[in-house]
């Protein structure tokens, strides 16, 4: 898709400076962006290659923009925002031809609108219920009884098992299994005995679910992912998880059992949440972090250790696990120097 600089403008509802006839027909990183193509800058950093860039235009803050040798240039105040309106501007989706493949298999009793596409080797069980324009990619299984919102897109080889519901223009990416049964288990004189999963999971309206990544099914209630939120790559969550709306999740993060995350969160990669904890509305939680205990005020929260040289390292966790030890000696020698202040 081409179009000039001044109509990515009046699409963006943003301020044009320079030449508004500038036709733009890709996006590229400021060094290495030539004639035609669209760049920005959001992180003062790469003001070297801003300097230097032959981008034909640049979305960018007023700031900046004296900096900026394009013929044409986009103000912005949050130039990433800017920038992901117009890809989606640049770059469409195309849409899927409706129609069912000649090998997919339908059961008894589904709704399948007109709209509806469904691909090579699609199963549907019965009773499933699909809205206007749901896309379904090859090699999709979905379970009896499953409820899938309009404009929603199952991309190859996702697995929907069974009274699953989805909302609508939900996005779920490959490999991603939705509905599983939770890691329930009684231990039964040292061997473990199976707790039907008698819940399901219920999908809010545009969810993104990343490739790879499992959502259980409910032990007795359901599991519920908020609308709104954004899953990445494989993550885990476990069976009753409740993640409330807009929050969005990274990559190999673990949520177990019965947690409960709420609205407008931020988690990053390879955080563990313990079960049966609550996460307020509004928190930012760091890469790698463990949480183990509720959190129940706004804000920004970290653990673990940093990278550091490996010697250093091993001092500092000798160190650590001196902690305990260096402590109580403290606390004798404060009793110690008290005691003494009392006798003088």
Known sequence: MSVTVGELAALLGVPLEGDATVSIHGVAPL?????GELGFLADPRYLPALR???ASAVILRAEHAAECPAPARLIADDPYLCYA????????EPPAPPGVHPSAVVGQGCTVPDS???????????GVVLGERVRIDAGCYVGDGVRIGADSWLKSRVVIQHDVIIGQRCVIDSGTVIGSDGFGYANDHG???????LGTVRIGDDVEIGANTTVDRGALEDTVIGDGVKLDNQIQVAHNVQIGEHTAIAGCTGIAGSAKIGRHCAIGGGVGVVGHLEITDNVVITGMTFVAHPIDRPGSYSSGVPMQETARWRRNYARFRQLDDIARRLARLEKRLLADDEEV
Not at 31 to 35: I, L, M, T, V
Not at 116 to 126: A, E, K, M, R
């Open 31 to 35: 060094n290495r962006a030539g004639p």
């Open 52 to 54: 230097e860039t032959g």
């Open 85 to 92: 309106r117009a890809v989606r501007a640049l770059f469409p």
């Open 116 to 126: 509806v596409t469904l691909g090579p080797g699609v199963v549907l069980g019965d």
């Open 191 to 197: 061997t473990w005995l199976k707790i039907p999963q």
